[in-house]
């Protein structure tokens, strides 16, 4: 047990229980249209001292807290769950709450933008309007016909399991905006409404997957996906976002043929 | 400034706000207003289950997870409200399975039930099955559900609009209302964060369900959202706030960060072990052990860090041990929390125990209601048309320390009963007349907060109080630690008036939301502290070392707090004192500069059980 | 409140317009079916030109000719083209969807891309059906064998 004990204090290591701090730049798009600088979107950069547990949400607050109160982003559980802080960080869309700044190479300066193809309201907080609007149109809603049974819906625990990775969606819109082809106009669906969709079609309670296939059968529904795999690595629920939506292509061409 | 008309109002879209919007929705037009997306609220960070005695796995009955919920209470729970909680649990999982609900199967198919922490067969005898769950998801999925139940119904929700004031037809804040008079709520007032625009909603029916207010402590698995907003108000408006002494720490937050692991790692097997590799809670509560009530194992766990016997470099934390456990099993059931490990702390659990210490989690107290949801206003009268339910609220079922699961199911149970009465009462009332300054308290507080000049940081005063709270309010209380903490906290209140904002923008200024959110965490965190110095006891999640026993010949009551203006000494102050339950013990008044902090009481509704030693 | 005012909440946003035909579907699905026969067309293709015989070196008027006047090798071409042409033209213009940003972009784009693949097409088309293998006036040892110098 001991012997563990002090492998196991990695997050608050050496024998004084300091934990080692490191100087980092934080370099944030900025986009204030109410400031100075109008609708052009520009770079700050921020010098901060910043510990080995400390996530980029925590620099961002560091920056919002102690130099800059207009910095602007969305942020509630700080852990993951709830999915509002989802950003491009250097390059790639994550939740600033599960990436650790330790993890990024410090070294370098750390890049921080909204996430792309929604339309930027201010700073980080991006216009997700039309990303639930995705969601809603796929019925994200269980749709069965008769009469409510009197006890619960019986399903096997396979049953159950088929669905299981798709349900942990948190429409934090990370791999949506990832998405190459959403970039481009915003019309396609989106990796995030069709892992929603999947969740019901696979789901052996739901009557309605006739219906969202038909309208993920769009031109802008899951024939657009090009399989590129950005979803699947920007997903910070770690859900098989690609393949999903081929398991929603298969579903279709089974029906259609 | 627009002007909306609904005949329910609901403030807050968590788990209880969307409950409440279902029912209401389709009886009347109901307009839900939320300060985040439905889907960012923190419901969906709990974790482990809701209970229902189902008997599913295992003999059980709704009238066991009554005696549970009063005694892990510690017996200052409304047991009528307990039982209408335990019997309704069963169609509250029913209810939302039939939603869609993915809940974990039992090999027939049917919801599959774990143990958790207080809830017992046969009065006490041992751990029983009672929590349907969906692995270490329960919350994220009942929030999923629900929304997505909004979606079907087509609900209206105002997103991103923040609630900064409540319209009632009497200025109860001064207290000269008498008891018995009628006295409604007429509307809202709310700010459209994104535009920075005051929007006015008139209602027949309001439900609060703005969820708790941990961030009045530093160390918190609570969002940063979640600042006591609608306590506040209620609070500032005159309302009563009940029973906020009692404030609940989970024991298994990450140690050092506060990110919550669910009780449902020790109902699953995990065990709490101290640096000897004792499993110490076989000292503390030799029959249900690691599943005792969170009240008792966080003490336990602090215990063990204060006489020595803590893990890690500085001794501060202990270890909850999961490596006895298969890792396919620990996968299936337990994926997310031991994610958390990994991620954050960068610990295996597999192989490694993980560093836990309590995070402040539940509040508790909250507006006080009936056990229709109703919001009162006295131990008595109820305001008509306003509603609350959820953390904000106090029926009270959850007495002195909440069982874990039983939050998933308030907010089913009464979310429902709150959208039910909200929705009945909107069809037989008429719209009651707005004031025509209705908006102004608050055009002029945003002005004042927006143009003052450079003066304190938000931030420091936040990190002030946070660090207060934590140091002399937490798990062990005093009365010393609690004076200091009060006073540290008037310090606090002064420094905020000269709090300013960088951010002067209209749109999406979140700078100028924090400090709004400080003040209500202030006000929230005073009357805490008032509560817990007033209650000479210790019981459930309010411990005092100082007074170490439980008096229920004094103390078996809910405390009620109001705020009231200073003036009152002469005219009034009959009046004030006709709004409280005379008692030695709730006699309390705090004052300040520009108003007091005047304690009450009202009584713990006794059915079944006499109050006994909680053993476990 | 006098002056009031019943807002609206946002403006919704909405999709341009949904089509419900299962022309992408079809359309995904030839791409891999296509795909895989033009697999074994090209390949066949190229060994029989390649490596076949005397291989590259044996390519020339009267081996082209020869072929032609076969039905067999006429079908395998004419599959080879239009499988090829639209496969590729409908990768295209899926490219374009996915890069154009502008709607007028797009119409542009796919209008020359069309006209490029009924030219292709019609052409390719009438060559390989009305390739004639023995044009009069040649030169004999430049025919395949079976022209008769008439």
């Known amino acids: 047990m001991t012997a563990t004990l002090e492998n196991s204090t990695a997050g608050a290591p050496s024998a004084a229980g300091e934990i080692p701090s490191f100087d980092v730049t ?84 750390i890049t921080i933008e909204p996430i792309k193809g929604l339309p930027v309201i201010k700073d980080l907080v991006v216009d997700m309007e039309p990303f639930f609007a995705s969601y809603r149109e796929i019925m994200p809603f269980l749709i069965t016909s008769g009469n409510q049974p009197s006890r619960e819906r019986i399903q096997s625990a396979e049953q159950r399991e088929r669905f299981d990775d798709t349900t942990k969606c948190i429409l934090c819109a990370a791999c949506t905006s990832s998405c190459p082809v959403f970039w481009t106009d915003g019309q396609y ?45 920007a997903c910070p629920r770690g859900i098989e976002v690609t393949k999903a939506i081929q398991e929603v292509k298969q579903a279709m061409i089974r029906r259609a043929i | 400034m627009q002007f909306h008309q609904y005949d329910v109002v609901i403030v807050g879209a968590g788990g209880a706000g969307m409950r409440a919007a279902l029912e209401a929705s389709s009886e009347a037009r109901t307009a839900v207003i939320s300060k985040l997306y439905p889907t960012r609220s923190h419901t969906g960070a709990a974790q482990g289950g809701m209970c229902a005695a189902l008997a599913n796995v295992e003999e059980d009955n709704w009238e066991w997870h009554t005696f549970d919920t009063v005694k892990g209470g510690d017996y200052l729970v409304d047991q009528d409200a307990a039982e209408i909680m335990a019997k309704e649990a069963i169609d509250a999982v029913l209810d939302l399975e039939r939603m869609g609900l993915p809940f974990n199967r039992t090999p027939e198919g049917k919801i599959d039930q774990r143990r958790f922490g207080g809830h017992t067969r046969n009065h006490g005898e041992a751990a029983v099955r009672r929590a349907c769950y969906a692995a270490d998801r329960t919350g994220h999925m009942i929030l999923q559900t629900l929304y997505q139940n909004c979606v079907k119904q087509d609900v209206e929700f105002f997103n991103e609009f923040y609630v900064l004031d409540l319209i009632v037809d009497h200025d109860l804040s001064a207290g000269h209302v008498p008891d018995g008079e009628e006295v409604n709520a007429t509307g809202v007032v709310a700010y459209d964060l994104a535009t920075g625009e005051i929007h006015v909603f008139q209602a027949k029916s309001i439900v609060f369900a703005t969820g708790g207010a941990g961030k009045i402590f530093k160390t918190t698995s609570n969002a940063h959202t979640l600042t006591g907003d609608g306590m506040a108000l209620a609070l500032r408006r005159g309302l009563p706030l009940e029973d906020m002494e009692f404030f609940q720490f989970h024991p298994t937050g990450l140690a050092g960060l506060g990110i919550l692991l669910s009780e449902a790692a020790r109902g699953e097997g995990g065990i709490l072990r101290n640096s000897n590799g ?22 336990s766990m602090a215990n063990e860090v204060r006489e020595g016997r803590g893990a890690g470099p500085n001794k501060d934390y202990v270890l909850l041990d999961l490596t006895h456990l298969e890792p396919a099993h620990i996968d299936a059931k337990l994926p997310d929390i031991t994610e958390f490990a990994r991620t954050y702390l960068g610990i295996e659990p597999y192989t490694e125990p993980v560093p836990v210490y309590p995070t402040a989690h539940y509040a508790m107290g909250g507006i006080p209601t009936n056990v229709t949801a109703e919001v009162l206003r006295n131990s008595d009268d109820v305001v008509k048309g306003l509603y609350a339910a959820g953390e904000v609220a106090c029926v009270s079922v959850h007495g002195s320390n909440r069982l874990g699961t039983n939050s998933l199911l308030d907010i089913n149970v009464f979310g429902k009963r709150a959208g039910r009465a909200a929705a009945a009462y909107a069809k037989t009332a008429e719209f009651k007349d707005l004031p025509e300054n209705a908006a102004e308290r608050t055009i002029a507080q945003l002005e004042e907060l927006r143009t003052r000049p450079d003066g304190e940081r938000v931030s420091d005063v936040r990190k002030a109080l946070q660090e207060t709270m934590d140091a002399n309010a937490q798990v062990f209380r005093t009365q010393e630690s609690l004076e200091q903490c009060l006073a540290d906290i008037r310090v606090l209140q002064e420094r905020y008036k000269n709090v300013s904002v960088q951010d002067k923008g209209k749109m999406f200024n979140t700078d100028l939301l924090e400090a709004l959110e400080l003040g209500f965490l202030l006000d929230i965190a005073e009357v805490t502290v008032i509560a817990a110095l007033n209650r000479k006891e210790s019981r459930g999640g309010h411990f005092r070392e100082d007074y170490p026993d439980r008096d229920d010949a004094n103390y078996m009551r809910h405390t009620m707090v109001y705020r009231r203006p200073l003036e009152g000494a002469e005219g009034n102050h009959e009046s004030v004192e006709a709004d409280i339950t005379p008692d030695t013990a709730f006699a309390h008044v705090s004052e300040f500069d520009t108003y007091k902090v005047v304690i009450g009481s009202k009584p713990v509704v006794q059915t079944r059980y006499e109050p006994m030693e909680r053993k476990y | 409140m006098s002056t009031s005012t019943i807002a609206n909440p946002r403006d919704p946003y909405a999709r341009k317009r949904l ?44 081996f082209v000719g020869g072929k032609w006047s076969s039905p067999f090798w006429q079908v395998w071409d004419l599959l080879m083209l239009w499988l090829a042409m639209i496969h590729g033209t409908n990768g295209v213009r899926t490219v374009i969807n996915d890069y154009a940003e502008k709607h007028a972009t797009r119409v542009v784009l796919k209008s020359l891309l069309t006209l490029g693949f009924v030219i292709t097409v019609v052409l390719g088309t009438l060559v390989i059906f009305t390739f004639d293998s023995c044009p009069p006036g040649s030169p004999a040892e430049l025919l395949p064998s079976f022209c008769t110098a008439a």
């Open chain 1, 26 to 109: 934080i370099k944030v798009r900025r986009y204030l249209p109410e400031s100075s600088h109008g609708d052009e979107a520009y770079w700050d950069e921020y010098k901060l001292t910043m510990y080995g547990t400390d996530r980029v949400l925590d620099a961002l607050h560091k920056i919002k807290w102690e130099n800059d109160g207009s910095l602007t982003f969305r942020r509630s559980c700080a852990h993951g769950i709830c999915g509002s802080d989802a950003m491009r960080i250097n390059g790639r869309n994550r939740l600033a709450c599960k990436t650790l700044l330790k993890d990024l190479n410090p070294n370098k300066p």
């Open chain 3, 19 to 62: 089509s419900r035909t299962n022309t992408e579907l079809w359309a995904w699905l030839f791409m891999r079916v296509s795909g895989v026969i033009l697999v074994v067309l090209i390949f066949g293709h190229l060994f029989v030109n390649l490596m076949v015989g005397d291989g590259v070196k044996a390519i020339d008027f009267a």
């Open chain 2, 278 to 299: 004792e499993r110490f809670m076989e000292r503390y509560a030799p029959t249900i052990k690691d599943l005792a009530p969170r009240d008792i194992v966080a003490r």
């Open chain 1, 189 to 233: 669906f989106g990796p995030a409404a069709i892992v929603n969709a999947h969740r019901f079609i696979f789901d052996s309670r739901d009557e309605g997957a006739t219906q969202r296939l038909e309208v993920l059968n769009d031109k802008e529904g899951v024939w657009r996906c090009r399989t590129t795999f950005n979803c699947t690595e």
